[in-house]
């Protein structure tokens, strides 16, 4: 075992994926001494970070709060983006369909209003007007907004992750965080390897967060959920970016499935279930995972049912997992009890677009012990007492 208990940190990020490695990059580009301890190597298939796509949208149906975050995502993606040479954020345009009684067409359009977003909204023969290869029911109504998009996360992560190396970060890959504990004035951690001190630790542990975010009062639900690609029939132009939408259709109202249009290097037409499936253990995606065929079935019938004749062989199937918080919402801010410890974590599903702000928020609650963006609906003491 290393003998690192001399070495001491500003702040030390545990768990270095979605959020952990936007916090590692900012933190860094602000100068803090920063130590990332991540149990794998970075990006994996073992948490909630892969899986080649992510939709970025900006009515948000969830809740019109996560808007202004969303505003402040967007620019720090574009930063990223503008910094790094390899593609991994598209703007696309994005289609929500739903009961105009549902869930996600009238929770987009209330996000619209109240914060004034370019939109519009099609019936379904202006839908297959609009994406020929899409066919909705009379009953269904969508939402349409130009700046919607996908990014690519594990080329996400890994930019993230180059950049605060760059700004002098220490990133300990395939180190396990054991257990930390607080003192006046720092947090001790230790690991599978060493010990580390630091005046701050942010907690950014994903469907693990349960296990190390101790003194949170709200129970986590980590689930498994199934992605699933398939050959796209006919010409390939029909699923390029500008042609076909990032999409979400409410299926099983609340939830609902949803895709994204097809670039070079994808395995295919991808499609998957918005919904909280089975619960399981955050090592559940580390032994066999290959999704059942009844599954992949299921997902394969929503494609022939919307996009008929545009589905081939299956070419990719993977599971990934939602940390879920009660509510659905986030968990972001500083530690219920501990002063020197913030988190965010309980991303139920919907997360990976908000990694670049949230990484923002965390460096500055560690930094500065506060910040400007307007989080306090997601405040991990709204499970408190
Ligand atoms: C199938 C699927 C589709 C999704 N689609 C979307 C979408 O379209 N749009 C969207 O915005 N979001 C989407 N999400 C949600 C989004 O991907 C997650 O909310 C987000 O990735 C969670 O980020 P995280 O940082 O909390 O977790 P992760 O990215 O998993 O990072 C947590 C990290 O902590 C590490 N860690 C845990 N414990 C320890 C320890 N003790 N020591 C060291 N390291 C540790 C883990 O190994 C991991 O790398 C989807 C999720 C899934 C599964």
């Avoid at 700004?167 to 003192?183: C, M, P, R, Y």
């Avoid at 259709?249 to 037409?269: N, Q, R, S, W």
Wanted: proline residues 6%; contains cysteine; negative net charge.
């Amino acid at each position: 075992m290393q003998d690192s208990s001399r070495q001491r940190f500003d702040v030390i990020v545990a768990g270095v994926g979605s959020v952990g490695s936007a916090t590692c990059h900012q933190l860094a580009g602000k100068g803090a001494k920063v130590l990332g301890i991540e149990q794998f190597t970075i990006p994996h298939h073992y948490g909630s970070h892969h899986g080649n796509s992510r939709m970025i949208r900006m009515a948000y149906y969830e809740h019109p709060d996560y808007v202004p975050l969303l505003e402040r995502a967007y620019k720090l993606w574009n930063e990223l983006q503008e910094s790094t040479t390899e593609r991994f954020f598209y703007i696309t345009g994005g289609l929500y369909i739903g009961s105009p009684d549902g869930s996600i067409f009238p929770g987009s359009l209330k996000s619209a209003h109240e914060h004034h977003l370019d939109h519009s909204i099609l019936n379904a023969q202006q839908i297959s007007d609009r994406y020929p290869v899409l066919q909705i029911s009379e009953n269904y109504s969508g939402f349409h907004e130009d700046q919607a998009g996908f990014l690519i996360p594990e080329q996400a992560v890994s930019a993230y992750v180059r950049s605060a190396m760059e700004h002098g970060a220490v990133i300990n890959q395939e180190e396990k965080l054991i257990s930390w504990d607080t003192f006046p004035g720092h947090v001790e951690v230790k690991t599978n390897k060493g010990s580390y001190r630091a005046g701050h630790l942010v907690i950014t542990a994903g469907a693990w967060s349960s296990k190390i975010a101790h003194g949170l009062e709200c129970q986590l639900n980590v689930t498994r959920q199934v992605m699933a690609w398939f050959e796209p029939l006919g010409a390939q132009e029909r699923f390029a970016p500008g042609n076909f939408p990032c999409w979400f259709i409410e299926t099983e109202p609340p939830f609902g499935h949803y895709g994204f249009p097809v670039i070079a290097g994808d395995p295919g037409l991808k499609v998957a279930l918005h919904r909280p499936g089975e619960v399981i253990s955050p090592e559940g995606l580390q032994g066999v995972c290959k999704p059942p065929p009844e599954e992949i079935e299921q997902l394969r019938a929503i494609l022939d049912k919307y996009f008929p004749g545009c589905a081939g062989g299956l070419t990719r199937a993977s599971t990934c997992m939602y940390t879920n918080s009660p509510d659905g919402h986030f968990i972001v801010g500083h530690h219920p009890v501990h002063n020197h410890v913030s988190i965010a974590c309980g991303m139920s599903g919907h997360g990976f677009k908000f990694s670049s702000v949230l990484g923002e928020i965390l460096s500055d609650l560690a930094l500065e012990g506060r910040t400007s963006m307007p989080i306090e609906f997601l405040s991990p003491q709204r499970y408190s007492g």
